[in-house]
């Protein structure tokens, strides 16, 4: 990341002077064009873990946690897996994040239910957004699908997605 990308000044200005370090950690997790978000859910969780835990120091030691963090989720880094195991590794990592698809999109609907979205607050209701995607051709995830009924296809592996 170069200093002249807003989110580089941005950590410069206020993290550099607590001792922070910004580093990127390269990671190659995802093997689908529709996951992203849900990944960077799942990497924040396992940061606010890191900070929260005996493990968290100088921040230095963060991919190791991480790797370690993601191992334990049954969750491979695919550019390390020899080519004999990538095809289980893509699967695990799949059904892996699938689940936190689930995960998330619970928490949206009790959030949603219990008033805490803003942007539902007027009467909105979440198949209506899902609607209002589906009319502008952009990409959307069913929040609106219960939490035991599956995403798509009979093993739940395709993402139920409009684009």
Known sequence: MSQADPAAKAFASMLEPL???????HLKLQTDGTSCGVW???VD????????SA???DGSNFPEYLESWL??????DLAKVASSERKAAVLDNEAAILGERRALRAR??????????????D????????????????????L??????????????DMEVNA
Do not use: M, N, P
């Not at 969780?45 to 890191?50: M, N």
């Open 19 to 25: 001792g922070w370090t910004l580093a990127s950690i």
């Open 40 to 42: 960077i859910q799942l």
């Open 45 to 52: 969780q396992a940061f606010i873990e890191y900070v929260d």
């Open 55 to 57: 493990d968290y120091g």
């Open 71 to 76: 191992a334990a989720r049954d969750i491979k």
């Open 108 to 121: 949206l609907r009790t959030a949603a239910a219990a008033g805490r979205l803003e942007h539902l607050r």
């Open 123 to 142: 009467g909105a209701r979440l198949e209506q957004y899902a609607d209002a995607a589906a009319a502008k051709d952009e990409e959307w995830v069913d």
């Open 144 to 157: 609106t699908l219960d939490d035991d009924e599956e995403e798509g296809g009979e093993d739940g592996a």
